[in-house]
């Protein structure tokens, strides 16, 4: 079983619709979920984080964890082109020594055509 | 606030040379992370720095590798002999509060 999935992309959307990310993770423990964006060549860019259950917003973007199900969502609202990249669900490694380590999945490609 | 520096941006080597990898973390952050990325797989997790000590070093593949952080300033990673399987991109991480954790551009090596 792969650490943390996110749903097999690529993922199109028009401009102006709600793009939605999906993952799973395996560590039960985990206690911090991070979004990362990553556009072609570039390093991946912290863009969210979530610690608990529910939902947390950040202007067009909404984090929802639930840590029962062990599902971490990302929306993104009036997409952009300029949201074109791929984004990474990272949660945080929780155990001990590994504290601080983060699990990443192999990303959704996300594309916003106008 | 300048970010997280990695040098050289690519790096292309021969099988059974030596490549070091170099990382700047962002000033004043105790927290360093190296991470790397293969071909076609998700990025994953080498080792972890807390100043000059290695937290966690349980991500690196096998004794070819070798990091430091001297003084607990730049970090390298050489890779000695590199072999084909070793080539990807290699990230860079560091972190203030051990949570957030914000990334270098990236080094990709590539060993023909």
């Known amino acids: 079983q792969k650490e943390v999935e996110q749903n097999s992309g690529p993922l199109s959307v028009p401009e102006g619709a709600i793009a939605s990310l999906n993952c799973t993770y395996s560590d039960r423990g985990s206690q911090s979920f991070f979004w990362y964006r990553q556009y072609s060549g570039k390093s991946p860019e912290l863009i969210m984080s979530?610690?608990?259950?529910g939902d947390k917003e950040d202007g067009r973007f909404t984090a929802q964890l639930n840590k029962a199900s062990q599902y971490v969502s990302l929306l993104i609202r009036d997409s952009q082109p300029s949201d074109s990249a791929t984004y990474l669900c990272?949660?945080?490694?929780?155990?001990?020594?590994?504290?601080?380590?983060?699990?990443f999945g192999r990303g959704t490609q996300l594309t916003v055509w106008p | 606030e300048a970010g997280v520096t990695q040098f050289p941006s690519h790096s292309v080597i021969e099988k059974g040379q030596t490549v070091t990898l170099r990382c700047d973390p962002i000033?004043?952050?105790?927290?360093l992370y190296w991470y790397r990325r293969v071909m076609g797989k998700e990025i994953k997790f080498l080792l972890h720095f807390v100043k000059e000590s290695k937290q966690d070093e349980s991500g690196m593949p096998n004794n070819r590798f070798l990091a430091e952080r001297t003084g607990g300033t730049y970090s390298t990673l050489k890779v000695q002999p590199a072999e084909l399987e070793d080539s990807g991109v290699y990230f860079c991480a560091s972190s203030q509060d051990r949570v957030r954790q914000f990334f270098g551009p990236g080094t990709r090596l590539t060993v023909l």
């Open positions: 979530i610690y608990s259950n």
């Open positions: 990272a949660p945080e490694a929780h155990r001990g020594s590994t504290l601080g380590r983060l699990y």
């Open positions: 000033s004043g952050h105790d927290n």
